[in-house]
T-cell receptor
């Protein structure tokens, strides 16, 4: 079955530091890949997505590239801010067969950015 | 637009009680789903619906029922609450499953004692 593995947290950084949150996946076929962000007390929000190999998703300074050869979708940001403190979830969706309505999530990574 | 609205935000139940978690969306989305979020587990799909009158089970459906009589509403029923159902529940809807545009509600925190 499908699965998503993302780096264990928590991750604590100082403001303006470089961020990487690793995400690898296992899936049959060619899934679409997503990063969602959850701010304290809120639901999940779509941060960025990529639907095919070598696509780069980007939003609010965050980027992730769909790497089929390494089955990875690592999230990066060049300079984090205190307001980026949140839980980040990597997710995939199968694009064929009976599973194409389901998002499979990683366990989430808590990021705390200190001033 | 209100987006996806979940009620209540918090609920405490006694073991064996039943209740319904409400979810409503005003975006005319065909696809709706329920997830539960547990520490260290990520989000797991409980049930989903691809349109009014059509529902199906996700990964962890036991102990939960759903129905979809209208496009807007997708309630989740706990038949006989158990402590293992203590969790945060999220409803999500999508205009296009293919494009992955999921909108999540703000969640219901349920405690079963």
């Amino acid at each position: 079955g499908n699965s998503v593995t993302q780096m264990e947290g928590p991750v604590t950084l100082s403001e303006e530091a470089f961020l990487t949150i690793n995400c690898t996946y296992t899936a049959t076929g060619y899934p679409s890949l997503f990063w969602y962000v959850q701010y304290p007390g809120e639901g999940l929000q779509l941060l960025l997505k990529a639907t095919k190999a070598d696509d780069k998703g980007s939003n609010k300074g965050f980027e992730a590239t769909y790497r089929k050869e390494t089955t990875s979708f690592h999230l990066e940001k060049g300079s984090v801010q205190v307001s980026d403190s949140a839980v980040y979830f990597c997710a995939l969706r199968e694009n064929s067969g009976g599973s194409n309505y389901k998002l499979t999530f990683g366990k989430g990574t808590l990021l705390t950015v200190n001033p | 637009n209100a987006g996806v609205t979940q009620t209540p935000k918090f609920q405490v139940l006694k073991t064996g009680q039943s209740m319904t978690l409400q979810c409503a969306q005003d975006m005319n989305h065909e696809y709706m789903s329920w997830y539960r979020q547990d520490p260290g587990m990520g989000l797991r799909l409980i049930h989903y619906s691809v349109g009014a009158g059509i529902t199906d089970q996700g990964e962890v459906p036991n102990g939960y029922n759903v129905s979809r009589s209208t496009t807007e509403d997708f309630p989740l029923r706990l038949l006989s609450a158990a402590p293992s159902q203590t969790s945060v529940y999220f409803c999500a809807s999508s205009y296009s499953v293919r494009l992955g545009g999921y909108t999540f509600g703000s969640g219901t925190r349920l405690t079963v004692v």
